[in-house]
């Protein structure tokens, strides 16, 4: 008999297949936002940028049926496709077979360029993946590119990581006047990037409310963590302010 998920599929499902609940504990209670999007619209449209193994896709699009247009995002479908999501949610046991629609997959460096028009979703979510990218400030930028004009995204973002040493503690660090800023130092009077609590530690929500957002930051440099030391996690990722060259 072939089994429906891979050994390594399976020795990834605890990063890469946390539920909603699991989630919430993270990021607020993300149902209860789109169950009233959905009071107040008829219908809401929201991304989850990278959704692993879609299990929170999945448990979502459960819940709100043909109200709900889901999309997920991954970097490749190796990391992740729709096929993955419907053998994953069969393993956890999760009625899919009547599930209509499904979610919508798609594929992009989420640091790079978004494969969204502008102002697209009424929400957009994100678990455990800003930590693993560099060019952190692009990935905030996009996101509030392809929110609709009001609409706010609630995004992991692990920009402290208070279990490692003071010299790689900070994920998101901005190096300015000679001095180093955490993000939440940085960008505290931002009402645009407001810090929120969750059950497990803070998250950062992202409101908008203007055309373009720049947080006018440079990268200048990146180091991946786990190549310090194997039990280590995530990108730490060091910006200074951007030099006007006009
Ligand atoms: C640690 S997993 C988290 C999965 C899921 N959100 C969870 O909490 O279980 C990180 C996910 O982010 C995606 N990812 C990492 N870097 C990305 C990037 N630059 N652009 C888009 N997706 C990315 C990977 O494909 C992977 O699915």
């Known amino acids: 008999m072939t089994e429906l998920l891979t050994r390594t599929e399976r020795e990834l499902l605890p990063r890469r297949a946390r539920s909603l609940e699991d989630v919430t504990n993270t990021i607020g209670d993300i149902s209860t936002e789109i169950s009233q999007l959905i009071d107040k619209n008829g219908f809401a449209t929201v991304l989850e940028i990278g959704c692993g193994f879609g299990r929170v896709l999945m448990q979502l699009q459960s819940m709100f049926g043909d109200r709900l247009h889901l999309t997920g995002l991954n970097r490749s479908p190796e990391e992740g ?132 957002l720049s947080l006018g930051l440079q990268l200048e440099k990146s180091v991946l963590l786990s190549e310090l030391r194997s039990d280590w996690y995530g990108c730490k990722s060091i910006f200074r302010p951007k030099v006007d060259s006009t």
């Not at 678990?127 to 995204?153: D, Q």
């Not at 900070?170 to 993000?183: G, Q, Y």
């Not at 009077?189 to 055309?211: P, Y």
Request: charged share 25%; glycine share 4%.
């Open 81 to 212: 496709d729709l096929s993955t999501a419907l053998r994953v949610s069969e393993w956890f046991g999760m009625p899919i077979s009547s599930l209509s629609p499904l979610p919508d997959y798609k594929f992009a460096d989420a640091s790079k360029r978004l494969p969204f028009g502008d102002s697209t979703f009424d929400l957009v979510y994100s678990n455990m993946t800003l930590c693993h990218v560099a060019r952190k400030s692009a990935f905030i930028e996009e996101v509030y590119r392809v929110l609709k004009l009001g609409a706010t995204a609630a995004i992991d973002s692990k920009f402290e990581l208070p279990q490692l040493p003071a010299e790689v503690r900070l994920t998101f660090e901005v190096i300015a006047n000679d001095r180093s800023f955490s993000f939440w130092e940085y960008f505290s009077d931002n009402i645009e990037l407001q810090m929120m609590r969750a059950k497990k530690g803070r998250f950062l929500k992202i409101v908008r409310t203007s055309d373009c």
